[in-house]
């Protein structure tokens, strides 16, 4: 689906990223914990997440997700809302919590990304 | 790194996955070398008062080397479980400490050399080959 459908279904706020919101996602990760979004394995996906601090866009840039959906009504700092928009990380927001958010995007296709299986790691 | 940097976190990998990308190196390298750089500067920044990181672009591979005067690591078994961290609260209210960053790191990794003296400081040493993309195997021992 298009940004423009996660936002739409989501009814999302676009803080940032108004131009790339043709862009497609097929795939969402929603996670507070950095390390969850750290082990995903694939790419171009939607994260979906409460944290609205630097360093979840920062998570995003690294991974090459495809944009940031902020749920619970939450919104970051304006330093935070530069920083995607010069990264080319869309950044949304909707007042929807975590769980109704994947639940309603699931529902209209969207589909989970693959984590690095925990038992995969030395330990 | 600085002290109290936690702010910063992501600013090395962030930076260096575009001066690689520059560099035109494999994306799936880049990727890579991005986490493992994450995840490291991650634990810099809440376990010491500061570090460095180095950054290596060969032919073959890509290389990171982490240095810091912190704490180091008590039990090298323990820090490689998926799942056990001694990160602080302020750390974890913050998204990090879930005891998944020397794991993650040593997965995305083919070699992964990590030596720690408790009260000295710790240092790492990470390659990504970029052709083959062979896993070398890692080691974890006692510092020297």
């Known amino acids: 689906m298009k940004l423009r459908e996660v936002a739409e279904v989501t009814q999302a706020e676009v803080l940032t ?64 809302i530069a920083y995607a928009e010069e990264a080319g990380i869309p950044l949304l927001a909707t007042q929807k919590g975590m769980f109704e958010t994947c639940g309603l995007l699931y529902s209209r296709g969207l589909r989970p990304t693959r984590f690095r299986r925990v038992s995969e790691y030395a330990g | 790194m600085s ?52 950054l290596m672009v060969w032919d073959d591979r890509v290389e990171l080397f982490f240095a810091d005067n912190g704490p180091g690591i008590e039990d090298l078994e323990l820090v490689r479980r998926p799942g056990y961290s001694t990160a602080p609260d302020w750390a974890r209210e913050l998204g990090f400490g879930a005891g998944m960053g020397i794991p993650n790191m040593e997965k995305n990794a083919d070699t992964f050399v990590l030596r720690s003296r408790p009260g000295k400081g710790t240092a790492i040493r990470a390659t990504v080959w970029r052709k083959g993309n062979e896993r070398q195997g890692s080691s974890a021992g006692p510092g020297a």
Do not use: Y
């Open chain 1, 17 to 80: 990223g108004r131009e790339l919101l043709e862009r497609e996602v097929d795939k969402g990760c929603g996670a507070d914990l950095l390390s969850d979004v750290l082990s995903v394995v694939e790419e171009n996906f939607l994260l979906v997440t409460g944290m609205v601090t630097l360093q979840a866009v920062r998570v995003a840039e690294v991974m090459n997700a495809a944009a940031v959906l902020i749920v619970r009504g939450k919104r970051p700092l304006e330093p935070v």
């Open chain 2, 3 to 54: 002290p109290g940097a936690i702010a910063d976190v992501g600013a090395v990998s962030t930076q260096i996955r575009r001066i690689l990308r520059e560099l035109g190196v494999e994306p799936e390298v880049v990727r890579r070398v991005g986490i493992i750089c994450f995840e490291g500067e991650t634990n810099i920044a809440i376990f010491t008062k500061g570090g460095r990181i180095t």
